[in-house]
């Protein structure tokens, strides 16, 4: 096998693994996904090896082998730094709870063991003679571009539920279609979605979103709506996906994961507590979580500063200052990936013709959303580029300095202090200078007073 989409020390190092085991009077053979990957010519990233030797006989042929699954006839051997599943033949029976088999059967044929697996572009294995052993027909329907079901995809889908997501996901990541009797398959099916376990769904939801082709994608699960059927709560029907399609058109040209989850809950109207609720329920991490929120809360000052402005530019000023108290509470980060959103929404209006310009695009929107007004991203962009500082580490005077200059214990008042100040000289209003921010603390404080 020549392998032209592996690296090279791991295709040799496999080789090595699939020679060990045939000088031992055994089949071995790469399969799966690897094969799939190379005759795509997509990068491959790892290599799976199915054997007819039993999990005990793999273990007895390599000296550096770990038992990762001997239930399921599953060795990881380890060859040159680099580590193999290798599993031995079998069938499978009695998928009680729709996910895991109650019982594993090893058998001597690998059309056998092929024949267990979801999908016809991963159910082919070749040798170390580079000849594909592909009974169902994977190489054709990879020509065709369509993700096909081996055998019933009633069954398919009945034994392992999580398949129906890894169905719209390969045909979202590979831009393929899926083939009409393992859509009807899927839809009568799509109730078996609840027995997974919501991380096992969110990870394939996961690879759908952030893969090269998201609406391909979102638009099946919109027709399918197959993630209503999950364990997590999904308050979306179909027709809500669907009218969220125009506001999620840009999606694939974001590269960040965090601004492409934002852009699916703007677009389906959620405000920031909304989406840390789901995203909570969803196992999101609290790093991504957290990134996604802050994105959305930011858009909800943003709004509300729009909603606020007076007819006309005089209110630009105002704008101004509200858009850096948001980059204040929320970050750059936050605030930066707002405007990227909000610079591919149907409704964006088009980038000022100078960057000095003042005059600020307002341009009122046509449909009730959560954003109701477009706004120029690039005058929005030069506001933070102008703040002289953009978070309390960098002001020139500590609250511990403001609590001896006014002589006062601390309390509530130096967090609201630290903020006007923060405030003020992000604005332009202060330099950041100790002795006149000393200055101004006192004023402030005497007109607390």
């Keep these: 096998m020549e392998w032209t989409m592996a690296p090279s020390a791991m295709a040799i190092a496999a080789e090595i693994v699939i020679s060990e085991l045939t000088q031992n009077g055994h089949e071995a053979y790469w399969v799966g996904g690897c094969i799939r990957d190379e005759l795509l010519g997509r990068p491959v990233h790892d290599m799976d090896i199915t054997t007819s030797a039993l999990p005990e006989e793999v273990i007895a042929i390599f000296a550096r082998?770990?038992?990762?699954?001997?239930?399921?006839?599953?060795?990881?051997?380890?060859?040159?730094?680099?580590?193999?599943?290798?599993?031995t033949y079998r069938t499978e029976s009695g998928y009680v709870d729709h996910r895991r088999p109650e019982h594993v059967f090893?058998?001597?044929?690998?059309?056998?063991?092929?024949?267990?697996?979801?999908?016809?572009?991963?159910?082919?294995c070749c040798g170390l003679n580079g000849e594909l052993i592909d009974p169902f027909e994977g190489e054709k329907d990879l020509q065709l571009q369509v993700i096909r079901c081996v055998g019933d995809a009633e069954e398919r889908f009945d034994e392992d539920a999580l398949r129906m997501l890894r169905c719209i996901r390969f045909a979202s990541v590979l831009d393929f279609s899926i083939a009409k009797n393992t859509w009807r398959g899927l839809m009568r099916q799509r109730d078996k979605l609840a027995h997974i376990a919501v991380e096992r769904v969110r990870a394939e939801l996961d690879r759908i979103v952030e893969g090269p082709h998201p609406l391909r994608g979102l638009g099946m699960l919109a027709r399918c709506e197959l993630l209503a059927r999950g364990k997590a709560p999904f308050p979306w029907t179909g027709t809500d996906m669907a009218a969220a399609a125009a506001s999620t058109a840009g999606i694939g040209e974001l590269e960040s994961a965090r601004l492409r989850w934002a852009l699916?809950?703007?677009?389906?109207?959620?405000?920031?507590?909304?989406?840390?609720v789901l995203l909570r329920a969803w196992t999101f991490s609290g790093t991504t979580?957290?990134?996604?929120?802050?994105?959305?809360?930011?858009?909800?000052?943003?709004?509300?500063?729009?909603?606020?402005?007076?007819?006309?530019?005089g209110g630009m000023e105002g704008l101004r200052r509200q858009w850096i108290a948001a980059v204040l509470a929320f970050g750059v980060e936050a605030a930066e990936g707002w405007l990227s959103l909000l610079a591919i929404l149907p409704a964006a209006a088009p980038a000022l013709p100078t960057a000095a310009s003042s005059a600020f695009s307002v341009v009122e929107s046509t449909e009730a959303s959560?954003?109701?007004?477009?706004?120029?991203?690039?005058?929005?962009r030069e506001w933070?580029?102008?703040?002289?500082?953009?978070?309390?580490?960098?002001?020139?005077?500590?609250?511990?300095?403001l609590v001896g200059a006014l002589d006062k214990r601390p309390g509530p008042w130096l967090g609201k202090m630290l903020n006007g100040l923060l405030q003020a000289v992000a604005s332009g209003d202060l330099p950041n200078d100790k002795q006149l921010l000393l200055l101004e603390a006192k004023r402030m404080d005497r007109h607390e007073r």
């Design 264 to 276: 699916l809950l703007h677009a389906l109207k959620q405000s920031a507590q909304e989406a840390d």
């Design 370 to 380: 959560t954003t109701p007004a477009a706004v120029n991203v690039q005058a929005a």
């Design 384 to 401: 933070i580029a102008q703040m002289p500082l953009t978070s309390l580490s960098e002001l020139e005077i500590t609250g511990n300095e």
């Design 106 to 124: 090893f058998v001597n044929d690998v059309k056998e063991d092929l024949r267990r697996r979801d999908f016809t572009i991963n159910a082919i």
């Design 289 to 313: 979580r957290s990134g996604v929120v802050q994105v959305l809360r930011v858009r909800e000052a943003w709004t509300a500063a729009i909603e606020a402005m007076p007819p006309g530019t």
């Design 65 to 87: 082998s770990v038992p990762t699954g001997l239930a399921h006839g599953t060795v990881t051997v380890i060859q040159d730094g680099c580590g193999f599943e290798v599993t």
